[in-house]
């Protein structure tokens, strides 16, 4: 058996600018994918944006104004919310009534889940 000796030498100027062409095709074919991605993301990310306007801003409504940006930023609508009697809206017990629900909801899963494994 012949002993061959293995050359390790830097890429030739072909192979880098061959590899370089794979790269911009690549790019190129994904470049529609990337665009519809981020025109989604744009339009996933709306209503989070409009939420945070209502919410965070001095108006009636969300787009009242004309624009998605509100012009002061305040925490009025948090207080109101929170601060109304237990006899009209009673959003506090609604939140406890939800994280209490969530909390012993996920234990079960938990309890159930071990005993299966």
């Not at 470049?31 to 939420?51: D, K, Q, S, T």
């Not at 959003?91 to 909801?105: C, K, P, T, Y």
């Amino acid at each position: 058996m012949a002993n061959a000796q293995i050359s390790l030498s830097s890429p030739s100027a072909a192979l880098v600018a061959s590899s370089r062409r794979r790269m911009r095709r690549r790019l190129i074919r994904k470049l529609p994918n990337l665009v519809v991605l981020a025109i989604a993301g744009v339009i996933m990310l709306f209503p989070l944006l409009w939420v945070l306007s209502t919410a965070l801003g001095k108006g009636t409504g969300g787009l009242a104004s004309g624009s998605l940006l509100p012009d002061g930023v305040t925490l009025a609508n948090f207080r109101t919310i929170f601060n109304v009697s237990a006899s009209q809206d009673p959003v506090l017990r609604w939140l406890l009534n939800s994280v209490g629900v969530s909390l012993v909801a996920a234990v079960l899963v938990a309890l159930i889940d071990s005993l299966a494994a």
